[in-house]
């Protein structure tokens, strides 16, 4: 069984910065990408950010270019999401996902607050 472990989440200002971390571990891997999704307060969980794990490659929702910066450490099997420049709109419980080539799981979530 896959587990993710996620660290970072807090209180900041509006302004400030967080970085969260997530950690996959549990089984032989061969991780596919990795990402992060939030859930707003009332809304539906949406996505935020996403790398791909072998190419690098980077993707991010609309409302986080940029101000926040995805980064993956392969041998640690970790995904970082730099969050700058936060917004009282940033404000949710943040997901870190891993996908494998036919399954993905989901970290608990960690809960980031931007106080205006």
């Known amino acids: 069984q896959v587990q993710l472990v996620e660290s970072g989440g807090g209180l900041v200002q509006a302004g400030g910065s967080l970085r969260l971390s997530c950690a996959a571990s549990?089984?032989?891997?061969?991780?596919?990408?990795m990402g992060w999704f939030r859930r707003p307060p009332g809304k539906e969980r949406e996505f935020v950010a996403g790398i791909n794990w072998s190419a690098g490659n980077t993707y991010y929702a609309d409302s986080v270019k940029g101000r926040f910066s995805i980064s993956r450490d392969n041998a640690k099997n970790t995904v970082y999401l730099q969050m700058d420049s936060l917004k009282p709109e940033d404000t949710a419980v943040y997901y870190c996902n891993v996908r494998f080539q036919s399954s993905e799981y989901w970290g608990q979530g960690t809960q980031i607050t931007v106080s205006s």
């Open positions: 549990g089984r032989s891997f061969s991780i596919v990408g």
